[in-house]
């Protein structure tokens, strides 16, 4: 018996997807290539909000097209963002395997990492096909290496392995908020305050999508707790409600004479 697939959001008609996963697409019929594309789509559009029902998009492209290396991707990527990380490898490995690329071996260090595998995460890292990506994978994985290197207890290495060209040339590029938040961890890490507020406010600065919490980061290092900012409010209505009856009386005469 055939499972029952999940509704394709109002919208969504799979147009969404560029044009290299279109071409992998066109293995399948029309009919299915339509659909599977479809899935795909309403699992990028749902990730945040909704990752349960992203989640059923995901594994029902992945059953009606299960060597297709986007659809597999598309699952890993799910699964990544779940914190399902053992399950999110075998799919990367799988789209890995299938289409001969190696842009997923940063999620796949991350995921590494997840999962506790600080040495197999470096590792992986330092294999030859990491060393051939192109520039803005490279710098995703130089990213999540920094972080494998905080979780040892090596906040100066962390440092050092974000002290790569594309830092002086952040411009607006796709990851521009990123690298400029992991170097704002990781400075905070060797105890530089200073320069990790800094840089945080970079991030901020370029961070256009809120893909980090660097304003929240940012209070924090100023001393500013959300808490204390709501209770002040809470004062200033008080303040308003609470006036005497004596300065009520008076406010009134003032008005009853204008």
Not at 31 to 57: F, I, R, S, Y
Not at 78 to 107: C, I, K, N, Q, W
Not at 127 to 134: C, D, F, T
Not at 168 to 179: D, F, M, T, V, Y
Request: cysteine-free.
């Amino acid at each position: 018996m055939r499972r029952k697939e999940p509704e394709i959001p109002e919208g969504i008609t799979g147009k969404e997807l560029d044009r290299a996963v279109w071409h992998q697409l066109r293995t399948l019929t029309k009919e299915n290539a339509e659909g599977v594309a479809q899935h795909l789509a309403a699992a990028a559009m749902l990730l945040e909000d909704e990752p349960d029902l992203a989640l059923d998009h995901a594994q029902t492209a992945v059953r009606r097209a299960g060597r297709v290396p986007a659809a597999r991707e598309a699952l890993g990527l799910v699964l990544y963002r779940r914190g399902e990380f053992s399950d999110a490898l075998r799919e990367f490995r799988t789209a890995r395997r299938l289409s001969g690329s190696d842009h997923l071996l940063p999620y796949m260090v991350d995921a590494e990492r997840g999962l506790g595998r600080l040495e197999r995460a470096l590792e992986l890292a330092s294999s030859p096909e990491a060393k051939r990506l192109p520039e803005a994978d490279n710098i995703e994985l130089a990213i999540v290496v920094s972080g494998v290197r905080r979780d040892l207890g090596q906040p100066e290495a962390a440092l050092m392995g974000l002290r790569i060209p594309a830092l002086n040339k952040l411009g607006r590029q796709p990851w521009a908020a990123r690298l400029s938040y992991a170097y704002a961890e990781a400075l905070l890490a060797t105890g530089d305050e200073d320069g990790a507020h800094e840089w945080f406010s970079k991030a901020l600065t370029l961070d256009a999508q809120q893909e980090t919490d660097a304003a929240e980061r940012i209070a924090e290092l100023e001393g500013v707790v959300l808490e204390d900012l709501l209770e002040g409010e809470d004062d200033i209505e008080l303040g308003d409600e609470d006036l005497s009856e004596d300065e009520t009386a008076a406010t009134g005469g003032d008005d009853q004479q204008a």
